[in-house]
């Protein structure tokens, strides 16, 4: 079983930058797809980014596109989302989550992941 505990959320103004970490303990994540999804207040949970896992490999939702950028360490078991340009329609909270298969990117769908974080909130203020 692995755990995901997210972290680095917080209160930014518009326009800031802000970096979020995942880290996985218990099984290894080494070599599974990770991703980022988020969910903003009276909506649906949505998915942000991709990164399969070797790091070689990433997909974004269009809106995120050249604004986030995620990335990983699989030494220290760790994924990142660096958001920049933060807009408050980014304010949700935002949710890492592991891929279900070995050796694969992951994409939109949340059936694709077999675990998820407790999430960390961001909230961009205007």
Same mark, same amino acid.
């Given at each position: 079983?692995?755990?995901?505990?997210?972290?680095?959320?917080?209160?930014?103004?518009?326009?800031?930058?802000?970096? =979020?970490?995942?880290?996985?303990?218990?099984?290894?994540?080494?070599?599974?797809?990770?991703?980022?999804? &988020?969910?903003?207040?009276?909506?649906?949970?949505?998915?942000?980014?991709?990164?399969?896992?070797?790091?070689?490999?990433?997909?974004?939702?269009?809106? #995120?596109?050249?604004?986030?950028?995620?990335? &990983?360490?699989?030494?220290?078991?760790?994924?990142? =989302?660096? #958001?920049?340009?933060?807009?408050?329609?980014?304010?949700?909270?935002?949710?890492?989550?592991?891929?279900?298969?070995?050796?694969?990117?992951?994409?939109? &769908?949340?059936?694709?992941?077999?675990?998820?974080?407790?999430?960390?909130?961001?909230?961009?203020?205007?």
């Amino acid at each position: 079983q692995v755990q995901l505990v997210e972290s680095g959320g917080g209160l930014v103004q518009a326009g800031d930058s802000l970096k =979020l970490s995942c880290t996985a303990s218990g099984r290894s994540v080494s070599f599974y797809g990770m991703g980022w999804f &988020r969910q903003g207040p009276g909506k649906e949970r949505e998915f942000v980014a991709a990164i399969d896992w070797s790091g070689g490999a990433t997909t974004y939702a269009d809106s #995120m596109k050249g604004r986030f950028t995620i990335s &990983r360490s699989n030494a220290k078991s760790t994924v990142y =989302l660096q #958001m920049n340009s933060l807009k408050p329609e980014d304010t949700a909270h935002y949710f890492c989550a592991a891929g279900s298969r070995y050796f694969s990117l992951p994409g939109y &769908r949340e059936n694709e992941y077999g675990a998820w974080g407790q999430g960390t909130q961001v909230t961009v203020s205007s």
